[in-house]
């Protein structure tokens, strides 16, 4: 049997009236990889649990949420793009990282029925690029995206010691309002990046984008002429080595790859769900 069959059959065995329920919500939800591995975790810490894909779209998620809360055996929720700082107005406390981005990525139900909220994805990927060998300790470092993930990884930066941290996004009210927050904790520098500079001006570089989820999408920067000791980080999971990533490796360059963070992030949001 496969270790797929067997997780599979493992699973099918476990399931029954008691099983716990744990929904990520999404929209789209098809390229999400979490259901099977934080499952497999839960179980692995002793929880009887199942992890649900649910696509809800943004105006549906009010109505998702009234009837998660309603349902007495779902004890958490996972969020995923575009959720990440609406999904804030449904708990009724956050973890300091969550209040500080007004984003999460995991929220657990509290004894009291509410529900509280953390953000794990700077943390992870700031890990991950740890476990690559890269010490960011005053580095110069290029972020593109300014959305939920790239709010989280840009706050791990700046508290992980980077010298310097230009944010680059499409949303121009997004961007300003990510780099004010940021300098206002007075770690490192923090600017928007400069549209005509190229990405070589950087020792690290995350696309906290989604550019690369699809074929046709062009490159989030330029590496053409990237030096090889630069760290180049993609949050996209899937595929599971981006253009980006393989063009970065093709220069010689370390990299952290999606699946690498999400192992990390994993990690975080299975601590936190098991701390209900």
Not at 203 to 210: G, K, Y
């Amino acid at each position: 049997m496969t270790q797929g069959n067997s997780f599979s059959a493992s699973l099918d065995a476990g399931l029954g009236g008691a099983t716990r329920v744990y929904f990520i919500v999404g929209d789209p939800i098809a390229q999400v990889r979490s259901p099977a591995g934080v499952t497999a975790a839960l179980r692995a810490a002793g929880r009887d649990a199942v992890v649900v894909p649910a696509h809800v779209a943004p105006s549906d998620l009010p109505a998702f949420f009234t009837a998660a809360t309603q349902m007495q055996n779902v004890d958490g929720v996972i969020i995923t793009v575009p959720h990440k700082f609406s999904a804030t107005q449904y708990c009724a406390s956050l973890s300091d990282e969550a209040a500080f981005l007004g984003a999460v990525n995991t929220l657990r139900r509290q004894a009291d029925g509410t529900w509280h909220g953390g953000m794990f994805d700077g943390t992870g990927f700031v890990a991950a690029l740890g476990d690559a060998g890269c010490d960011l300790k005053a580095k110069r470092a290029l972020l593109v995206g300014a959305g939920g993930a790239g709010s989280a990884i840009g706050h791990a930066l700046v508290n992980a010691g980077v010298a310097s941290l230009a944010v680059r996004d499409n949303d121009a009210g997004r961007t300003q309002a990510l780099v004010a927050r940021l300098n206002a904790l007075k770690l490192g520098e923090v600017t928007i990046a400069d549209c005509d500079a190229g990405a070589e001006s950087y020792e690290v570089v995350v696309n906290a984008s989604p550019m690369g989820m699809r074929a046709d999408d062009p490159l989030p920067v330029d590496i053409s002429r990237l030096a090889a000791t630069t760290f180049v980080g993609d949050v996209v999971t899937k595929p599971p080595l981006t253009p980006l990533i393989e063009a970065a490796r093709a220069r010689g360059c370390k990299t952290v790859t999606g699946t690498q963070m999400f192992g990390r992030v994993c990690d975080r949001m299975v601590q936190f769900l098991l701390e209900a």
